[in-house]
């Protein structure tokens, strides 16, 4: 094999971070008659260059074998990738530089990119803001290229799960690519699991890191005692429709939890019938057949809350265009500081849609599910739609004082519909949610009704004002009493 053409073949793919390279039949080579493989002719670049992802870092786009082999093993391939390198950037240079050859074909081709931006996917409108996007895109990958050449041998790295100084699972991969998942963290009794932790943070499926070097990533823990355990389970639907022709003909359980920093928010699933569906550790619902089942989730501090899920054949009952919208409270009254969750009913059944919220200011905020959280005394009006003229409006009153009562929302009018709250602390459930706090959120739902829940308050202040005001007569009848004898005594 001819090394030089393969350091230039592979350089090309790498700067260009072509998704393409190497394992389509986009990849050629060709042998002249008696002489060696060479790689090329280049082909196929029209997901590279910050096309595919904006991201200008990391090597290793190949994945091939052969170079994968020469890279970490022949110090003279390592040696000519660099030299290669040394007469690649100075080309790029010219080709990127103010009158070199990126400005030349600029004048030559505004007109066919013209004719071609209706076939498109360019997020630009302006010939200019195109290339002046490439041309950054390039400077950068160029610039952090000549950052890290020392990356060109290294090229595995090494991730090391541990928990309480055990090693739980170990991970090789490419330097510089993406954690694609965790392990399970091993329990340890009288401890909360937090997590991963990755230099000093909690990692979760939207923060996993690229890995650019041996990495020892550790389990978090946390004694029960000063642990936040999650008090309430909002579902995003109490009356699901799921088609069983979906996708593996799973349903996923949309939920959230409260407090929102609640620390201990694991679940424990059940389902009513299992010769219907069948529920998982993670929620998922694994459908058998067409029918009716209940799937309840509870947190381990004893709330406890279920939906119904009717499985439905779209085969037999085709999906409805929604119609209506109505929510099960259009007036909720909150003190700061609690929760509540805006129920929305979809009609007709089945019907897949999305409901959304959104309202402006900064009294409440609005978390995932139509749950919100009064932050500041007034009012405001909550948005709630699904589709133009498919849409209704909630009130939500907050108040600073002590009696503020929230309507209960333990269940909807339909019987499918089952919301169980139950606390091992109280008798009234208080409503939170989970998730970031923002000014929109929307649930998709497969008939997407937005779960019910809110806080319940008593009669109790009103009992206790009384009992005080008792206390307080019988007090100054016992203080008259004993001044009258007091008196006549002397």
Known sequence: MDLQSAADYWWIQEFSLNVDAFRTDSTYLYKPRGDKLYWGPLWDFD?????????????????????????????????????????????????????????????????????NLPKSESPYEIFELEMESLRTWIAERQEWINENMGLLSDMYSTVTFTADGQQVEQKVLYTGYLLEELPAIPEKEGYVTLGWEYEGELLDENTLPNIWEDTVITAKYISEQDAIFADTLYFESYDVWADINGYFNQYYSAYTVTPEDAQERSIAWSISDESIAEVDENGVVTMKKTGEVVVTGTLKSGFSRSYTLHIYDSEITPENEPQSIALEQTTITLKVGEYAQIVATVSPQPCASTVSYSYEGELISLLDYGVIKALAPGTTTVNVYVTEGVEANCTVIVTDGEEATVPSTEATTEASTTATETTAATTSATTAPTTSATTAASSTTGSSSAASGGAVQTGQSSVALILLLTLAAAVCLIFCFNFQRSKEEH
């Open 47 to 115: 997901i590279s260059l910050g096309k595919s992802r904006g991201e200008t870092f990391g090597f290793n786009q190949s994945k091939m074998p052969w170079l994968d082999y020469l890279r970490e093993n022949n110090e003279d391939f390592q040696q000519l990738l660099r030299e290669r390198w040394t007469v690649l950037d100075g080309i790029i240079t010219d080709i990127v530089k103010d009158g070199g050859v990126m400005d030349r074909y600029m004048a030559e081709i505004p007109n066919s990119w013209e004719d």
